[in-house]
Nanobody, 124 residues
Framework: QVQLVESGGGFVQAGGSLRLSCTAT????????MGWFRQAPGKEREIVAR????????YYADSVKGRFTISRDNAENTVYLQLNSLKPEDTAIYYC?????????????????WGQGTQVTVSS
């Protein structure tokens, strides 16, 4: 079992930055692939970024590539998402998730544990 708690969301103007954090408790954090997803009103939850257990391999959705950076600190049981050059279309609830599956884990149903989400709102 893993419990995930996100923080760091907020309200920011277009072009601004935020840093999201997700801290895990309850199990061996380093044994999980970690992902960040987002869900905007009326839209499906979509993957934003993913990082491998050791942190060496990352994946980004095309819509955020070059603007967002995922990282993790296994000693602190925390995964981060740095959001730069934010756009109004980045407005969504952002969720972190943990998967026991190794490899290219991009589908929502491949993730086993979820945080409660943190709201990111970007004004134009």
């Amino acid at each position: 079992q893993v419990q995930l708690v996100e923080s760091g969301g907020g309200f920011v103007q277009a072009g601004g930055s935020l840093r999201l954090s997700c801290t895990a408790t309850g199990s061996t954090f380093s044994s999980y692939t970690m992902g960040w997803f987002r869900q905007a009103p009326g839209k499906e939850r979509e993957i934003v970024a993913r990082i491998s257990r050791g942190g060496k391999t990352t994946y980004y959705a095309d819509s955020v590539k070059g603007r967002f950076t995922i990282s993790r600190d296994n000693a602190e049981n925390t995964v981060y998402l740095q959001l730069n050059s934010l756009k109004p279309e980045d407005t969504a609830i952002y969720y972190c998730a943990a998967s026991r599956t190794i490899g290219a884990v991009n589908a929502r149903n491949q993730y086993d544990y979820w945080g409660q989400g943190t709201q990111v709102t970007v004004s134009s």
